[in-house]
């Protein structure tokens, strides 16, 4: 339910597994969490963004990770909370975005004495897209094959829910991006140390790499759909044509 680790220099790291906490009232109570901030970590629509509180210095991010259980016929992103107080950073995670925290788990048990915002934008790199994004983009070359051999629905709906699926992912990763600049933009930016502004970067460096991934992949795939529904439209064509002659 609850995991606690020391980071070093007397912070510490608390994740809370809300699919493990019957009462989400205990989170206020025992760990100071306000009402909104829970709301937003139970809210499954909310958008990446960044909360400052000036009278508690106490940022909340929510940023935007991979579900790698596909409910539908394509993957989706999810967002995630993370809290950084001055000795404390809580994350509240879930079952879908469990393998973040072991990811976490596994970079803090090969690193000592990490500082809280080292160890936050490690933990917003996430390597957990891009087999996805690899996965999509064979796909998108193997339904194209299948579509200049025969022109099935089924063949269409696969292109179609990998153009949903990729559309998701895109606005996902620009969400991100934004988040980053936003916090570079930030006065708190100013207060990094090197080390936490070269970890910054390396995030940084990851959410601009994704954005074009998935963009240009996104592309490829509306020029896709537009072609075929133009070769269909075409076919409809010539059949109407074949038949108003016929019937002439």
Known sequence: MVL???????????????????????LSDIYGLDKETIE????????????????????????NVLDLEKDKEYYEAIPMTFIVERQRMITISNHKNAYVIDQMSAYLDSHESLSIYKF??????????????EEMDKSKDEISALLRQTTTKKNLFALSD???????????????????????GHA???????????QFDDAMIEAHQLVSMTDLISQ???????????????????SLTVLTIISV
Not at 4 to 9: D, I, R, T
Not at 40 to 63: C, G, K, P, Q, S
Not at 164 to 183: F, P, S, W
Not at 188 to 198: G, I, K, Q, W
């Open 4 to 26: 606690e680790k020391q980071l070093g220099n007397g912070c510490t790291w608390i994740d809370l597994d809300v699919d493990k906490i019957k009462n989400m009232e205990d």
């Open 220 to 238: 490829v795939l509306q020029q896709l759909s537009s072609s075929y529904n133009n070769i269909l439209n075409n076919n409809l064509n010539d």
């Open 120 to 133: 936050l934008f490690a933990g917003l790199i996430s390597n957990a897209y891009y087999p996805v994004i």
């Open 40 to 63: 937003y970590a139970l809210d499954r629509n909310e958008r990446a963004h960044m909360d400052y509180n000036r009278e508690t210095e106490t940022v909340t991010f929510i940023y």
């Open 188 to 198: 708190l930016y100013r207060r990094f140390n090197d080390v936490e502004r070269e």
């Open 162 to 184: 990998l153009e949903t699926g990729m559309v998701y992912l895109t606005a996902a990763a620009k969400q991100n991006r934004l988040l980053l600049e936003h916090i570079q």
